[in-house]
């Protein structure tokens, strides 16, 4: 056991480095070509994945109950950001926070999928400021877990949103941000159990956020 482990484990090495040559070839080429980045910055063409964590949130909209205001929440955030250049880029973003609503006090969570534009301020310099907007999918939902006799329920919207932040260029590869959000929709459709209905009026689905980041460069793309 000890022989096919030390065999597993000189293979895994062998393959991250591999991996970790590749991809220092690629970006090597990319700069040869003129395709490289900024000594100060990776520039907005191409991709990048980020973490966001943590978020705080806060709601204005009703709760699970058409009465009640939720609580503000801490979550976080998956993104990721196409640049078509320096300054011009589209994101996707999926964002989670836990709440508390109701009298009872009891956990459920908002869920955004957000996607839009954003356009990036000062590309030369290592602190640089974005704006953006576009449109997001709004759900709040409550699972109360297999030992509760409370049903499942969930409501679903839609709505808009603004950002504004600013990215903080570590290296050609790393960066960290800073961003708030301004979400405005209403949820028009509940769920509850397995019965979807659709609700006479929107209920109001408002919220402002605020979040820190680390962004990674896809040196590939």
Same mark, same amino acid.
């Given at each position: 056991?000890?022989?096919? *482990?030390?065999? =597993? ?34 520039? &907005? ?9 943590? &978020? ?10 058409? *009465? ?17 250049? @320096? *300054?011009?880029? !589209? ?6 926070? *836990? ?20 356009? =990036? !301020? ?23 877990? !297999? ?19 600013? @990215? ?9 941000? !800073?961003?708030?959000?301004? =979400? ?26 605020? =979040? ?10």
């Amino acid at each position: 056991m000890r022989l096919r *482990n030390s065999h =597993t484990q000189a293979a895994v090495a062998l393959v991250a480095a591999a991996v970790i040559l590749a991809a220092t070839a690629v970006e090597a080429s990319a700069a040869s070509h003129g395709r490289g980045w900024k000594s100060t910055r990776y520039g &907005r063409k191409g991709a990048e994945l980020w973490v966001e964590f943590p &978020r705080l949130l806060f709601a204005t909209g009703a709760g699970y109950r058409e *009465n009640y205001d939720v609580t503000e929440g801490l979550g976080f955030g998956l993104g990721m950001m196409w640049g078509i250049s @320096d *300054n011009i880029a !589209f994101e996707g973003r999926m964002l989670q926070t *836990n709440h508390t609503a109701g009298a009872e006090d009891k956990e459920w969570d908002i869920d955004l999928l957000k996607v839009g534009a954003r356009y =990036t !301020f000062l590309d030369e310099y290592r602190f640089q400021p974005f704006v953006g907007t576009g449109w997001a999918k709004m759900s709040i939902e409550r699972d109360t877990g !297999f030992e509760s006799e409370d049903p499942f329920e969930r409501m679903t919207g839609y709505g808009a949103y603004v950002t504004i932040g600013v @990215d903080y260029i570590h290296s050609s590869s790393w960066s960290g941000f !800073f961003r708030a959000d301004y =979400t405005h929709g209403g949820y028009g459709h509940r769920t509850i159990g397995l019965e979807d209905e659709t609700l006479d009026e929107p209920l109001s689905g408002n919220s402002v956020a605020v =979040t820190l980041g680390v962004a990674y460069r896809v040196p590939a793309w």
